[in-house]
């Protein structure tokens, strides 16, 4: 069977397209930025490491990450407590926040440190604070998840 010319290289054209679109869709997916908001902190261990688990991955696989600390993990943003932290299975709690603050920003919520009486020289080097206000904007942006646990 005769295949014409023209169909031959549309597909030699195609073929050579896909990896290159495949490509460009992969990019896309993973120019998305991904904020992540954790309210657990000893009180629900499991949810906690979770969420540090799923930012630090994040910035691992080069994802723009945003992580927010509230509740009772507004604790995690000063020296010490993170590595007082422990469950079972799980990375150690200050090897995934070292790795956010390193590729990522960590957030801690103005509010949740007020209500603890934690001031901006009391938490790490690289901590913010910010309110509801930074946090909408974070996740009302184009090209961003947003993850609560």
């Not at 990450?65 to 150690?92: I, M, N, Q």
């Not at 070292?98 to 103005?110: E, I």
Request: hydrophobic content about 45%; some cysteine.
């Amino acid at each position: 069977m005769n295949t014409p010319t023209s169909t031959r290289s549309e597909v030699k054209k195609t073929s050579s397209t896909a990896p290159s679109l495949a490509s460009a869709l992969y990019a896309r997916r993973m120019a998305r930025a991904l904020v992540v908001k954790v309210t657990a902190g000893a009180d629900g261990p499991e949810r906690c490491a979770q969420a540090f688990t799923v930012a630090a991955t994040a910035v691992a696989a080069g994802v723009e990450v945003s992580l927010w600390l509230t509740g009772e993990a507004s604790w995690f943003a000063l020296p010490g407590r993170a590595e007082a932290f422990e469950l079972s299975h799980s990375a150690p709690l200050s090897d995934l926040r070292d790795a956010v603050l390193s590729g990522g920003r960590l957030t801690l919520c103005t509010q949740c440190a007020a209500r603890r009486s934690i001031g901006e020289g009391d938490v790490l080097t690289g901590v913010r604070l910010a309110g509801s206000t930074t946090f909408v904007e974070e996740v009302l942006a184009d090209g961003v998840q947003a993850l609560v646990y």
